[in-house]
């Protein structure tokens, strides 16, 4: 079974701190995903990773960046937190593009920022 | 501009009696849709998908209709339970050399079936 386990399930921080989110996943996986979900908006990608050291901008990357330093980690980074970016994080995987592909999810990271 | 609407934000049905969930889309290049299903405090888990070749897929108590020519999809839940009740997210990717690996996932229904 494909994992993908997020470092931490609640997290609550202060406007102004730079945040970290960790993602892992062990099924070899080359794309990893980022995204944050809000009431009434569903998922929205923030950005994405196809490689190692790869990313590419999803819909709404301002405020935040990514790290992809090996295969199975992905990182987010909110640079400045801030209240608007209180949300929760969700973080997928999957194979290449291929003909028919899903994403796995990890349990998701609910962020809070005070 | 939303490529996949889910109109209707909540639904809430009998137990036993059938649920449908409704999804539309806008991309044309969209050939493969996907339903997942997310309980609060949990990340999303597939439920069942279909490719634009079919316009019907079951598992289970789970089929999901395509109609192509109204780009539309909708997943039907028979007979509904109790632990069904969770947000279903509709998604859609093209393949083939479109495909870049992304999903656009649509807004959300929540389901509550009441016992």
């Known amino acids: 079974d494909v994992k993908v386990t997020q470092s931490s399930r609640y997290l609550v921080k202060r406007t102004g701190e730079k945040v970290f989110l960790e993602c892992v996943q062990d099924?070899?996986?080359?794309?990893m995903f980022w995204y944050r979900q809000d009431p009434g908006l569903g998922l929205r990608l923030i950005y994405f990773?196809?490689?190692?050291?790869?990313?590419e901008k999803g819909d709404i990357p301002e405020g935040y960046s990514v790290s992809r330093e090996k295969k199975e980690r992905f990182s987010l980074i909110l640079e400045s937190a801030s209240t608007n970016q209180t949300s929760m994080y969700l973080c997928?995987?999957?194979?290449?593009?291929?003909?028919?592909?899903?994403?796995?999810f990890g349990p998701g990271t609910r962020l809070t920022v005070t | 501009d939303q490529q996949v609407k889910q109109n209707s934000p909540s639904l809430s049905v009998q137990e036993g009696r059938i649920s449908i969930l409704n999804c539309d889309y806008t991309?044309?290049?969209?050939?493969?849709f996907l339903w997942y299903k997310k309980y609060p405090a949990e990340g999303p888990t597939f439920l069942i998908s279909?490719?634009?070749?079919?316009d019907k897929n079951e598992d289970g108590r789970f089929t999901v209709f395509l109609n192509k020519s109204a780009k539309h999809l909708s997943l039907h839940i028979v007979p509904s339970q109790p632990g069904d009740s969770a947000v279903y997210f509709c998604?859609?990717?093209?393949?083939?050399?479109?495909?870049?690996?992304?999903?656009?996932f649509g807004q959300g229904t929540t389901l509550q079936v009441k016992p």
């Open positions: 998604a859609a990717s093209p393949t083939g050399t479109s495909n870049t690996g992304k999903l656009i």
């Open positions: 990773s196809y490689d190692v050291k790869m990313k």
């Open positions: 997928a995987s999957s194979l290449p593009p291929g003909q028919y592909t899903e994403q796995y």
């Open positions: 279909i490719s634009s070749i079919k």
């Open positions: 099924m070899d996986h080359e794309n």
């Open positions: 991309n044309s290049m969209f050939d493969y």
